[in-house]
């Protein structure tokens, strides 16, 4: 499957609201952002360290979104109602990530090296949740909105909160989507 027909199908897979190619294409600019970065991370790989970072800046410009292009993103990243979302430079996200609008992923300011967060398969990042510092947001967890991550989640969990906190276990979100559920 070709890279932008992935992107189209990832988008529509995601979106109830997405009615067609051609919207996608015209109206999101998440899907926008995504290949921007795609483009500048291609360039920062190739020591185009300066273009890589115009490109990133005209995306934020066009977008709204903010997203380094020294920032390592798997496939099938979703990214709905895109406006404000910050990826600092060393953030590792990995594949079927869903982040809303408002989400940051940056730096504590008084790190070296690896300075963002790593999230991982399956995460969704809820609006306006705020991922901060070399931490890790465990596999297929779930951020609520306007939560403020400074710990390392578990994998399958849902938390909440300023600082966040987990208020669902692995098991509790795994029986809520069961198909096969005994009551």
Known sequence: MGLFKKFITTYKRNDP???STLEIVLTYPGFWAIIYYRIAHFLHQKNLKLIA???SSFSRWVTGVEIHPGA???RCFFIDHGMGIVIGETAVIGNDVKVFHG????GRGDESGKRHPTIEDGVMLSAHVQVIGNVTVGKNAKIGAGAVVLSDIPEGVTAVGIPAKVVKSKIQNLEEHSECRLD
């Open 53 to 55: 970072r115009m490109v």
């Open 72 to 74: 390592q993103i798997g």
């Open 17 to 19: 609201s997405a009615r």
């Open 103 to 106: 989400v940051t992923l940056g």
